[in-house]
């Protein structure tokens, strides 16, 4: 009886009083006279009221946690194949390593400002809940259409099919790999990460802090071998310095792009700000520990790769941390493309845990299905956006070519990115009386501000493909799909059956939402 009184608050729930009808015909709960109001459910007797508690996620992630998961977010498959599209660009190993620098301090930078509106508006959902709090309603929808619906599940598709990929060539032989064959194990790992997600934060948060740690191990070993390798006098490439450095300003750029494709994931935490024990102190903590560490261990590894090859051998490879092994380690070789497949499994797992929660945050302003902001009674997560989520990870394994997919969109990342820079600087006047943790120099959301346009309009600049067309006409799909569903409040068929029988099946319920004077 104390549960179902727990789950009838004053959040709004389409389908709570047939459930509990339900429940009432099988004989689990007496029976209670039920009404509602548009947006609210009270329980009441002939002369009793029943007081209700507020129901929500639990702050269950300490600091360790919270920086496995920025870690384990950022250093996916990126360190292993971005080297090689770096040094392509820029021609020279000195300016590659400034790169990878530049890249870092950019990171750091965005990071800052992701903490600064992390610690000012305290809620999960990261972009969506800075946008509404910004812009409104509508910037906020077409910012979870397209990383909710396209680019989070599309990359988490990438990601497995990478694992695929490289396990593919640890377990099988040239003529058992198949497409079908790496699907399937691409599969399997998306429910694997699926089903840790959806047991408990706590496991969840375990993995994370498990493979962050495999991966900086292997990445430790990458960096030992190095400085070895380079006390025995072999300094490889690195002797040739700035040799050969392109004078290609947009080739710069290009390398700058494929840098911060391998710092992505800085942002992470911000998801989940409603989980974080004690956000004011840990949030920008473990962001500013985790993007500097990662900065110093991207470094370090590209100076080991680069003392050890040269250009030619740095260049023709197609996993140039297999190549460096080869040479440094060879009886050892095959631990490196284990090392990223437990570094790519990590940052999908960190990936799933962080993107559900933008489901959940904004189906509790209206912007998706309201059964993804319910959560399970005991685990408290939000068990319909895990599985939401993985369904549409599987569902976009089906096309021969994910990766084209995200080229469409991934330019929408920077354009979002350059949004929240601009936040920041509104809500400087916006909520000009509202507590500050960090308040940084304006100077520095400008810089980012800066990188992220140009990053926006250089794919129209020079040779403009028809993949970014097609993003600005799925941005029109959104604003098509806002009216009648969010605007005008239409119901979907079926949706309120479909969320009555999915909460006896998940029992998932509704959730306490999160006001200004709650923060």
Known sequence: MHVIFSLLNERHNTGLIEFYTILKALGVVPDWNCTQSTRTRKMSETTNKVTVEKFGVKRRL???????????????????????????????????????????????????VYAELGTLIRKSGAEHAYFLKTYG??????????????????????????????????????????????????????????????????????????????????????????????????????????????DDVQNVALAVYSGLWAYDGWGGLNFVTEEIQKPKRNLPLAIV?????????????????????????????????????????PPAVILIPIVVICSVYGSSNGSSFTSSRLLFQAARENHMPELCSYIHVKSRIPLPSVLLLTTLSMIYMIPAEIATLLNLLNFLSWLFYGMAMVAVIILRWKMKDAERVIKLPLVIPVFVLLICIYLVIAPFLQNPKVEFLYALAFLGLGALVYIPMVHFKLQIPGLVTLTRWTQCLLEVVPTHVVKDDDL
């Open 62 to 112: 300490g600091l360790l946690s919270s920086i496995s998961f920025i870690v384990g977010s950022i250093i996916g498959s990126g360190i292993f194949i971005s080297p090689r599209n770096v040094l392509a660009k820029t021609g020279s190993v000195g300016l590659c390593l400034v790169v990878w620098a530049l890249c870092g301090v950019i990171s750091l930078c965005a990071a800052l």
């Open 137 to 246: 309603s509508f910037v906020a929808f077409m910012y979870v259409w397209c990383q909710a619906l396209a680019v989070m599940p599309g990359a988490m598709t990438v990601k497995a099919l990478t694992l695929a990929e490289y396990l593919s060539e640890v377990i099988l032989d040239d003529c058992s790999q198949s497409t079908n064959i790496k699907k399937v194990i691409a599969t399997t790992a998306v429910l694997s990460v699926a089903i840790t997600n959806s047991i408990s934060v706590r496991l969840t948060a375990r993995v994370q802090i498990f493979f962050t740690f495999v991966k900086l191990m292997g990445l430790v070993v990458i960096m030992i071998g190095g400085i070895i390798w380079m006390s025995q006098g072999k300094y490889g490439s690195l002797v040739t310095g700035f040799e050969g450095t392109t």
């Open 289 to 329: 520990i985790s993007v500097i560490l990662v900065t110093i261990v991207y470094l370090l590894v590209n100076a080991s790769y680069l003392a050890v090859l040269n250009k030619t051998e740095f260049l023709s490879s197609w996993a140039v941390g297999v190549t460096w092994a080869e040479q440094v380690i």
